[in-house]
C-alpha cells in the first residue's frame, strides 16, 4: 500500500499564498473570504475563531454583509458578546 499525498496540504499552502496576496493587495473583500476559508476547513476552535475574528474585523472595517454572520459564529463559540 502506497501513501497518498496529503491534498489538504496543498490547499493550505495555496490559502496561504492567497491570504498574502490579498493582504500584499489590500484586497479586504477576499481576505473575509479568504479567512472565512481558513476556519471553515480547521478543526480546532480556536483556530477557527482566530480567522473568523480577522473575517469579522475587515467586514466591519468595509461594510461587507457577511460581518452579520461572522458576528454570530463568534457568538456561537463564546467569543463575542
Known sequence: MRDEPDQS?????????QLLAAHDGDDRFALI?????AADIT??????C???????VFALEV???EAATLHARLKAHGREE
Open 43 to 48: 478543526n480546532d476552535v480556536d483556530a477557527a
Open 33 to 37: 473570504r479568504l479567512y472565512t476559508q
Open 9 to 17: 496540504v496543498g490547499m493550505v499552502d495555496s490559502l496561504d499564498a
Open 63 to 65: 461594510g461587507a454583509a
Open 50 to 56: 482566530f480567522f473568523l475574528t480577522y473575517a469579522y
